[in-house]
């Protein structure tokens, strides 16, 4: 199963939802620990895609949280998980020291929530100024840390990148809509860099208008169950081996441009036998390529024209970004939806 990891909050905007179930098998978000808190969290459209096996909760797990470790601890050395605790130290200490430390507003417009596996980087946060405790009474009895919007973006957008390569039950694509929380996932480390390509794909995942209902989505996704399955798997084949097989693009594309061609145009016909009004909006998949990718040819700020399908013209930029903890092989993606940037 492929499902849309969203981040930094728990409740994406209804367009995302949307196209999670057009082009995705389901759609996930990090929630709190707490079983209360969580509950308040959720809003009721997730709880009813959740009933559905539309929508999965997921919890900062031990294997993420629990290796959160101050960088100098010899608990780096035990634990399995010391770089995420080094990336977050070092963002974090960074931000700290900027000429205008991003504090937590009156009233917080953003916060994290604790989790009981690792107190770390709660009193990492806290001795740098950058968090405040928070009671949390209208969600029950746990409590939350008040924190800029930046410092909850980096927080979680990196936990969520570490979160989808650690999934074993599903495959999790760590998706957003805000451009400096992917930005603040994605940067480089001092001490760690990976090559990685970036493709809009807008033009070839239609998204219904702002006024759609949910029901109108869900009764779309089951009418048009093999057109919307057809278009997704053979774009999500046509990225998959793109990124395994780097250095032979135009070759890749040469052999899945008929079969994504032949799926674009039959979910057209679909989208325009329904009642939808549909509009495009900016989607950008961000994959990180094989360690291997940096002694090629390849270099980053290079543009180029992988090709057109379906009258869509697709470019590839490449550019670098942070290396996951545990990569795998064949999957390694980024999302970035620009819900209020239209497409010509």
């Not at 998980?81 to 200490?93: H, K, T």
């Not at 480089?188 to 794909?201: R, S, V, Y």
Request: glycine content about 4%; proline content about 7%.
């Amino acid at each position: 199963m492929a499902v849309l990891l969203y981040y930094p909050l728990v409740n994406p905007p209804t367009e995302v939802v949307h196209q999670a179930l057009l082009y995705w098998d389901g759609i996930a978000s990090v929630v709190p620990t707490d079983p209360e808190v969580c509950d308040a969290a959720v809003g009721q459209p997730l709880k009813e895609l959740e009933q559905r096996q539309l929508y999965t909760p997921v919890t900062h797990t031990q294997n993420i949280v629990g290796g959160l470790y101050p960088p100098n601890s010899s608990m780096r050395i035990a634990r399995a998980r010391p770089y995420v605790s080094a990336v977050l130290a070092e963002e974090l200490e960074s931000l700290a020291a900027s000429a205008e430390p991003p504090r937590p507003s009156w009233p917080p417009d953003a916060f994290l929530h604790p989790t009981k596996a690792n107190g770390w980087l709660e009193r990492q946060l806290l001795q740098l100024g950058l968090a405040e405790t928070w009671a949390s009474r209208p969600l029950g009895t746990g409590r939350r840390l008040a924190v800029a919007r930046e410092v909850q973006e980096l927080v979680v957008g990196v936990l969520a990148r570490e979160i989808a390569q650690l999934a074993t039950e599903r495959r999790l694509f760590p998706y957003t809509d805000r451009v400096e929380a992917q930005r603040l996932a994605l940067r480089p480390a001092a001490d760690g860099q990976a090559l990685a390509w970036e493709i809009e794909l807008g033009k070839l995942l239609p998204a219904p208008a702002a006024e759609t209902t949910l029901a109108e989505v869900l009764a779309f996704r089951e009418k048009y169950t093999d057109e919307r399955l057809r278009l997704m798997r053979a774009l999500h084949r046509l990225l998959g081996d793109l990124r395994r097989d780097y250095e032979h693009p135009a070759d890749i594309f040469a052999q899945l441009r008929v079969k994504l061609d032949e799926a674009l145009t039959d979910y057209r016909s679909a989208a325009r036998d329904s009642r939808i009004v549909w509009v495009h909006r900016s989607v950008t998949v961000t994959m990180g390529l094989a360690a291997a990718a940096a002694g090629s040819l390849l270099l980053p700020s290079l543009d180029w024209l992988l090709g057109v399908v379906g009258g869509v013209t697709l470019n590839v930029a490449t550019r670098e970004i942070r290396p996951v903890v545990q990569r795998r092989l064949e999957h390694d993606f980024s999302y970035l939806h620009r819900v209020h940037t239209s497409l010509p």
